[in-house]
């Protein structure tokens, strides 16, 4: 069984500053490709940035300069630096990874629950 847990989410005024985490546990072998995506309400799910595991990153237009990911692969957590805050972030932000399990060998798509993030203006 893989987990993936967010935390870090919370209320914060327009143009500070919060730092997500997601950190995977269970039965994980290797793990891919991490993101976070963020949902506003009526909104659909978008990509907020990925980070694979190897390579250079991927940032939405609308965080790039403002928004920092980064993972730490030996702890299995990935990070969200979110600066400049602006009220358009507010949504729910989860994260992704793609994840080997160690005793089926079989790659997944795995979702934390979600952490909401309040700008207010």
């Known amino acids: 069984q893989v987990q993936l847990v967010e935390s870090g989410g919370g209320l914060v005024q327009a143009g500070g500053s919060l730092r997500l985490s997601c950190a995977a546990s269970g039965s994980i072998f290797s793990i891919n490709s991490m993101g976070w995506y963020r949902q506003a309400p009526g909104k659909q799910r978008e990509l907020v940035a990925e980070?694979?595991?190897?390579?250079?990153?991927n940032y939405a237009d609308s965080v790039k300069g403002r928004f920092t990911i980064s993972r730490d692969n030996a702890k299995n957590t990935m990070y969200l630096q979110m600066d400049s805050l602006k009220p358009e972030d507010t949504a729910a932000y989860y994260c992704k990874a793609q994840i080997v399990d160690r005793y089926t060998m079989v790659l997944g798509n795995y979702w934390g629950q979600g952490t909401q993030v309040t700008v207010s203006s």
């Open positions: 980070i694979p595991s190897g390579g250079s990153t």
